[in-house]
């Protein structure tokens, strides 16, 4: 995929996270499947610091400084580093929508920019722009799929319906 259309899709997926966050209750989005899994309040810390402090970020630093080492970030540290079970869901929410919004406009801006521009990751080797946006496209995905996962979960929990009528999951 060309970066415009990426652009594009991340712009259009702000709507699909907005209808995913938007009206949830406290049960909603403290509920956790297990105890060891992110309840929803946590992924969207995590959509919000990855908006502002990975793919953004990364994608800016390859362009601006490509010869220099790209500073590392530890996403699982941030769930405690950053406070993520004391933020305001909704406040959370809102920034990461708003947040979206910035970095499809900055993508535009640099629609023309050298994708092809690269950098060495520590672990993944040579990485270009374009890698991280479709990277960035991808992670969207991920969290979409874990968003509806948990809605599902948390419907058959505590509904203590069977839902086998619907499908299988």
Known sequence: MKPEA?????ERNQTVFRGLL???????YF????????NLLEITCHLLDEEQRDF?????YIFEKP???MPSINPEAWVVQHSYRSRDYHEVV????????LSVAWLRERIDANWNQSIIHPKLGEMTAGVFLANWLAHDYLHIRQI?????HFLKA???LDLNYAGNW
């Open 6 to 10: 990426i652009t594009n899709t991340l």
């Open 22 to 28: 938007q009206n949830k209750t406290t049960e909603e």
């Open 31 to 38: 509920w956790r499947p297990k105890v060891n899994k992110w």
């Open 56 to 60: 953004k970020a990364r994608i800016r």
């Open 67 to 69: 010869d220099y080492p």
């Open 94 to 101: 809102a920034a990461f929508l708003n947040e979206r919004q």
């Open 148 to 152: 509806v996962s948990l809605d599902y």
């Open 158 to 160: 505590k509904s203590g």
